[in-house]
């Protein structure tokens, strides 16, 4: 995945590219928007280049390709993802997007962590350690 985040556009692929040539089981495809990496999928790649777009890419940066993608709203898996914001009316919205702001992710219990044999191991702190106010949770 790293090395896919290192050249984005040689990896992408279109919805229509995915029904020939899938993206292995372990990968995501995420649209930086808003603030926020929200779940796309890349639909076809435009004509225009980040030149065409006003302010969108400095004279040092490399011109990079635009997409018209779809992202879809985050459904939330656990209390953790709070910060998740979308700023959409619907559940799903295109727009075009730079290469720039696509990313590839580690698919559900697929990054290094989850591997079979990963070094895991209780760490016992003492109780008393604690503030009485953190040991509420009884």
């Known amino acids: 995945?790293?090395?896919m985040n290192k050249d984005v556009e040689k990896y992408i692929r279109?919805?229509?590219?995915?029904?020939?040539?899938?993206?292995?089981v372990d990968v995501r495809v995420a649209c930086f928007v808003q603030g926020f990496h929200h779940p796309c999928q890349i639909l076809s790649?435009?004509?225009?280049t980040e030149a065409d777009v006003p302010g969108?890419?400095?004279?040092n940066e490399p011109r990079r390709s635009v997409y018209g993608v779809r992202l879809e709203k985050l459904e939330r898996d656990s209390?953790?993802?709070?910060?998740y914001r979308w700023p959409f009316p619907t559940t799903s919205h295109e727009t075009a997007l730079s290469?720039?702001?696509?990313r590839f992710f580690p698919g559900l219990y697929s990054s290094d962590q989850h591997l079979p044999g990963t070094f895991r191991?209780?760490?016992?702190?003492p109780d008393h350690i604690w503030p009485k106010q953190?040991?509420?949770?009884?």
């Open 1 to 3: 995945i790293n090395e």
């Open 14 to 24: 279109t919805v229509e590219d995915l029904e020939t040539d899938p993206y292995p």
């Open 45 to 48: 790649e435009t004509s225009r």
């Open 56 to 59: 969108s890419s400095p004279l």
């Open 79 to 83: 209390q953790w993802e709070v910060q």
């Open 99 to 102: 290469s720039k702001y696509i």
């Open 121 to 125: 191991q209780q760490i016992g702190v």
């Open 134 to 138: 953190w040991n509420n949770l009884k």
